[in-house]
């Protein structure tokens, strides 16, 4: 499949993601790429990860294979009316937004739906923005399809076979299965953690303890709430039915944890802890959903001088590269102090075998 022409249209986070995995994986891709902000584009063109800069939506997109909507959803209709102009009877018209039936029935409206193959790579990061874009983020994470009822099938079969080239798996779902979907398993939790985070603001004292000491789990369950504000606010607005009729939901489900715990009814909190911890444990381990799976590990050492040291130099000298540290002081939880985080599995677990054998107290952490 070498010896395609992309163009983005947006190059932040998701974009500049694919736009990176597509150089890596088929390195004769040409790409093409636009984004409001010049200074993103120059970047991309600077990191060899775009061949040309396109100053607006015009001609320079006429001999694109593929063409990736990448910006906001409030851009969609500006962005398709432009797109119309230019688009080859040949390309395929896709996006990586995470509300599909709204672009469907935008791309309708716009006369180009018997192009279009809707695209959602689950994956993302708190950060956003090309400035954190990387090719890994996509790697076995699942990239759902939306196929209108007029897509060509050798099109869409091209498309299915080119996410596969770029590292991630390939779903197929109509858009309204996919919004049903996601609005339980990645627009509700972003829902929730800010509500907890919030929850928490406004609880605390006024020397801030509660800020102070969280850590651990409540961490761990809030990490999505440091995601882009504006963009979270677009998706409620794009798939708001499906997120009323979920957080009606799961308000009846906290009212009845409410009352579990007020009567002190020991079996139906034991019942919810349970049920929920051996559904927990039965998902697919892979680096899907609305935040990349981390590689993280957890190690105990003393709090002397030296450990830390020790432990990052016994991974250096075998190669392995460390993608975030932190330090744990308080004990909520089992795991120790030192908390490692690894780019990839691999990584991880040659980790986890090397310090184990240093007879270092390690854990992974899912």
């Not at 697919?284 to 190690?299: A, D």
Request: hydrophobic share 40%; charged share 20%.
């Amino acid at each position: 499949m070498s010896g395609l022409t992309c163009g983005f249209i947006g190059l932040g986070l998701i974009g500049g993601s694919i736009a990176r995995a597509l150089r890596e994986a088929l390195p004769n891709t040409r790409i093409i790429a636009y984004d409001i902000n010049e200074e993103t584009v120059a970047a991309a063109c600077a990191d060899k990860v775009a061949d040309a800069a396109a100053s607006s939506i015009d001609e320079t997109f006429s001999a694109c294979d593929y063409i990736f909507l990448c910006a906001p959803v409030s851009c969609n209709d500006e962005n398709l009316a432009a797109v119309k102009k230019v688009i080859s009877p040949d390309c395929v018209l896709t996006d990586v937004g995470s509300v599909k039936t709204s672009i469907h029935r935008h791309v309708e409206a716009a006369g180009l739906l018997p192009q279009f193959i809707g695209g959602h790579p689950m994956a993302g990061s708190e950060r956003f923005g090309y400035a954190n874009s990387k090719a890994q983020l996509l790697r076995n994470a699942y990239y759902i399809l939306t196929p209108s009822e007029k897509a060509d099938p050798d099109r869409l079969a091209a498309y299915r076979d080119l996410v596969e080239k770029i590292g991630a798996i390939p779903l197929i779902l109509s858009c309204e299965e996919h919004d049903f979907i996601t609005a339980a398993v990645s627009h509700l939790p972003h829902v929730l953690a800010s509500t907890l985070v919030n929850l928490v603001r406004d609880s605390d004292s006024p020397e801030g303890i509660m800020k102070q000491i969280a850590a651990g789990g409540f961490k761990d369950i809030t990490r999505i709430a440091s995601s882009s504000p504006h963009m979270w606010q677009q998706i409620c607005l794009s798939n708001s039915d499906n997120i009323a009729s979920l957080l009606e939901r799961y308000i009846e489900a906290l009212k009845a944890a409410k009352t579990a715990v007020e009567e002190k009814n020991a079996q139906v909190l034991y019942e919810l802890f349970d049920s929920a911890r051996t559904y927990r444990d039965s998902f697919i381990n892979t680096s899907s959903g609305p935040i990349k799976r981390s590689y993280e590990i957890t190690v105990e050492i003393a709090d002397k001088p030296g450990p830390l040291a020790a432990v990052t130099a016994l991974l250096a000298r075998n190669g392995i590269n460390i993608k975030n540290i932190g330090i744990t002081h308080n004990r909520e939880a089992a795991e120790g102090t030192m908390r490692l985080e690894f780019y990839e599995e691999p990584g991880m677990s040659k980790a986890l075998h090397l310090l184990k054998q240093a007879g270092y107290d390690v854990k992974a952490v899912f």
